[in-house]
T-cell receptor
Framework: AQSVTQLDSHVSVSEGTPVLLRCNYS??????LFWYVQHPNKGLQLLLK??????LVKGINGFEAEFKKSETSFHLTKPSAHMSDAAEYFC?????????????FGAGTRLFVKA | SQTIHQWPATLVQPVGSPLSLECTVE??????LYWYRQAAGRGLQLLFY??????ISSEVPQNLSASRPQDRQFILSSKKLLLSDSGFYLC????????????FGSGTQLSVL
């Protein structure tokens, strides 16, 4: 069965310190994995995606994520947080299903960045 | 270029009334289509997805139904709304073959009173 678990509902960091947002997934096949970001009162924006190429994926705004099949994880990281990174982040898993794709979202992690 | 239209943007409905939200996609064919609901402070819950005309997969047993009468049209319906149906509904599509990313509609804020 397909599922995605974001291990932290809230993460708080100081500006300039590293960010780690954790995600574990469950999939019957070889999934595609994504991270989306949603700023307050804004739509969803794709940060990065993994689709069975390099396991370390670089995205926009300095974010990156590493696909670890043995750990079924796809954690999102950034070396140095910026105030503008404060937002909600969603881990997403997508599997082939009956000729198309089924795509589900994690519950989200709210990132707070302190000055 | 591809576009997605979702309407209405806001809707206030009494309990027990019917619902119809419509989503259409332009500029592509055979898309994967999705209906999600986003409750305040929670993630996006997948309600329905479709890989083709008349092919609907339901993820959560509930008071809602979906239909895909045409390739690029996806409709979310209810015969009788409940208070718990209130929320923000998002339609989305992706390219069936590559599934590179989701493209979202602008959403419908539904309030059931």
């Amino acid at each position: 069965a397909q599922s995605v678990t974001q291990l932290d509902s809230h993460v708080s960091v100081s500006e300039g310190t590293p960010v780690l947002l954790r995600c574990n997934y469950s999939s019957s096949y070889s999934p595609s994995l994504f991270w989306y970001v949603q700023h307050p009162n804004k739509g969803l924006q794709l940060l990065l995606k993994y689709t069975s190429a390099a396991t370390l994926v670089k995205g926009i705004n300095g974010f990156e994520a590493e696909f670890k099949k043995s750990e079924t994880s796809f954690h999102l990281t950034k070396p140095s947080a910026h105030m503008s990174d404060a937002a909600e982040y969603f881990c997403v898993v997508s599997d082939r299903n009956t000729g198309g794709f089924k795509t589900i979202f994690g519950a989200g992690t709210r990132l707070f960045v302190k000055a | 270029s591809q576009t997605i239209h979702q309407w209405p943007a806001t809707l206030v409905q009494p309990v027990g009334s019917p619902l119809s939200l419509e989503c259409t996609v332009e500029g592509t064919s055979n898309p994967n289509l999705y209906w999600y609901r986003q409750a305040a402070g929670r993630g996006l819950q997948l309600l329905f997805y479709s890989v083709g005309i008349g092919q609907i997969s339901s993820e959560v047993p509930q008071n809602l139904s979906a239909s895909r009468p045409q390739d690029r049209q996806f409709i979310l319906s209810s015969k009788k709304l409940l208070l718990s149906d209130s929320g923000f509904y998002l339609c989305a599509w992706s390219v069936r073959r590559t599934n590179e990313k989701l493209f979202f509609g602008s959403g419908t804020q539904l309030s059931v009173l």
